[in-house]
């Protein structure tokens, strides 16, 4: 099986792991293996856990983790609890995160993902559940117009709802190159000609079908608290949505005192449970920007915890 991966922001994520070589690590989105086989590398007496939805991400990565220390199980990085507890792990060291789409899973026309191709609209990280087609055939206008605006924060929501509904009253909507057509059809002229009109409108499917957001609100807090004293959480995103909800989760990690500002004293006893790593985002260097351009939305954040409550 053909499996590109070019590991986004590689020296940045193992410089903010801080690898331990007798450390537990885990890589919640291992696709291709391309971040754990450094990880990997660099431990010793330790070991590296690494999750991956999609089953053909689950092949090629134990197959190239083969012999390192390391293993690899299908699952959902939101579920991180429940797998360690199954593999007796009760702490890590590090976890890492590559939010998004696999450069595999966009090459790969039939997976759905891509606009560029005429494929069958599936979009499934996990090739399970419901389809983007069956997602976009069966919503309503008005749930269409939320997850355009919501998830791929796009001015024409409304009027590319209105029209898909449209098109599938008349014939369903199976694939790529059909939705394609209609939210080009739906953006004006003007809007069309810097970037690709239908960016927006796939991002916001796929993240609706996926459940994306879902699954990183309930992570953010469980990856945190999986983490040793001393150990790191490195997430790197690829849009605005996922990296606003990680900034403001990693902020409430470190806030101490919540007590109203007139208090004379604490009394709400809440001290800071973690410190960033990171203050403003790591993106790309010029060099990684020419060779991977698809780095070039990545956006690299580091929280350290403190204690342990």
Not at 44 to 54: F, H, T, V
Not at 86 to 99: F, Q, R, T
Not at 111 to 129: K, N, V
Not at 194 to 213: H, T, Y
Request: aromatic content about 4%; charged content about 30%.
């Amino acid at each position: 099986m053909e499996f590109s991966h070019t590991p986004v922001l590689l020296n940045e994520c193992l410089d903010g792991l801080d690898i331990k070589p007798d450390g537990i690590y885990i890589d919640g989105t291992c696709g291709g293996a391309g971040h754990s086989a450094q990880i990997a590398k660099r431990l010793e007496n330790g070991k590296l856990i690494g999750i991956d939805r999609d089953p053909d991400a689950v092949t090629v990565a134990s197959q190239r983790l083969n012999g390192l220390n390391a293993e690899v199980v299908q699952g959902n990085y939101s579920d991180i609890k429940e797998i360690c507890r199954e593999k007796g792990i009760d702490a890590v060291d590090g976890i890492l995160l590559d939010l998004g789409v696999s450069s595999h899973q966009l090459d790969t026309a039939e997976r759905g993902f891509s606009y560029h191709e005429d494929a069958p609209l599936d979009m499934r990280m996990s090739q399970t559940g419901e389809t983007a087609a069956e997602l976009v055939n069966s919503r309503s206008v008005s749930e269409l117009e939320r997850i355009l605006s919501e998830y791929g924060e796009e001015r024409f929501s409304r009027r590319i709802a209105e029209n898909i509904v449209r098109k599938h009253e008349q014939e369903p909507i199976l694939t790529t190159t059909q939705l394609a057509q209609i939210v080009s059809e739906s953006i004006p002229a003007k809007f069309r000609r810097d970037k690709n009109p239908c960016r927006r409108s796939f991002q916001a499917i796929r993240i609706a079908v996926n459940g994306e957001l879902d699954y990183l609100n309930t992570a953010l807090d469980d990856c945190f608290d999986m983490l040793k004293p001393s150990g790191r959480l490195c997430i790197i995103t690829f849009h605005s949505l996922e990296d606003r909800m990680v900034k403001q989760r990693f902020a409430s990690f470190c806030q101490g005192c919540v007590c109203p500002p007139e208090f004379p004293v604490c009394v709400c006893g809440r001290t800071p449970r973690g410190k960033l790593i990171t203050r403003k985002p790591i993106e790309a260097a010029e060099e990684e920007l020419a060779s991977n351009p698809r780095s070039r939305s990545a956006k690299l954040r580091i929280v350290e915890r403190t204690n342990n409550r």
